[in-house]
């Protein structure tokens, strides 16, 4: 693009100054700013903004884009395509993930343990196997209709 | 061993990566103190002087074609082409590298490699059923 390189994304800012003026380039205060460590992964200088997701932000306020809740020139977060509103939502909850994550797991463990335990252990009522009528179908099985079909009786008395 | 001061509201919450806490329970809803204030301030000048930048180029009466957002260039220049130059070798990068890198492909070879070497020795042990024979 034709920014200059002093408006774009650099290396990490190692003095005070660096940190100044990564701060103004990025729009930011110099207290807000806040590199990703220096961890050689690929961040450079670019500020590490709270994780918190678009859901989070005010949905009254008039920005100048309203489907990204972004005004313009406002820094971006690192995982921006993954925090719109049709992706990851970090708005909180009206249950505590800890809690909500436990009972969770309660009833998938209990749901799974009895259909397990049905599996090993089936339960059904007593069958016998399968009575057909028609003197067992002697006749749709192929049977000749000249001669006497051999009598099947199912029962005892 | 005496139990502690009772967790407060925000501590009970425990938020975490997936869920932030709640404005009513961060205590920081309702400092007040003037530092905050100022700092408050200071980035309400810098959004409103953002503001007037981009409302100048939108109402301007011969408007540009496209208005860009050097934010998202920052932002798309950050994640694509700024990568490679501040990328270092650390330990922790390499050990990375090497388990998602390297690891598939000599774990799927050799998994791969066992199960031919499995096939082989049923097939020269004459117990292999063709699938798909036409015999």
Known sequence: SEMSKDLLPGPYPRTPEERAAAAKKYNMRVEDYQPYPDDGFGYGDYPMLPNKSLHERDPWYQWDQPDMRHNWGQPMHWDFDMYIRNRVDTSPTPVPWHIMRKHFLIFLTTMLIMFGLGEIYPSYRPVGPKQ????????????????????????EI | MAAGPPPTAAQAYRPNRFVS????????????????????????AIRARLKRQYQLQLNNPNPPAIIEDPALIRWAYA???NVYPTFRPTPKTSFLGAVFAIGPILFWAAVFKADRDRKEKLIQEGKYKRPFSVF
């Open chain 1, 132 to 155: 057909y009528p028609f003197n067992d179908l002697y006749l749709e099985k192929g049977g000749d209709p000249n001669k006497k079909p051999p009598v099947v009786t199912h029962y």
């Open chain 2, 79 to 81: 994640r694509s082409q």
């Open chain 2, 21 to 44: 806490l709640p404005a009513e329970l961060d205590p920081e809803t309702y400092d007040l103190s003037p530092e905050k204030r100022r700092a408050e301030a200071e980035r309400l």
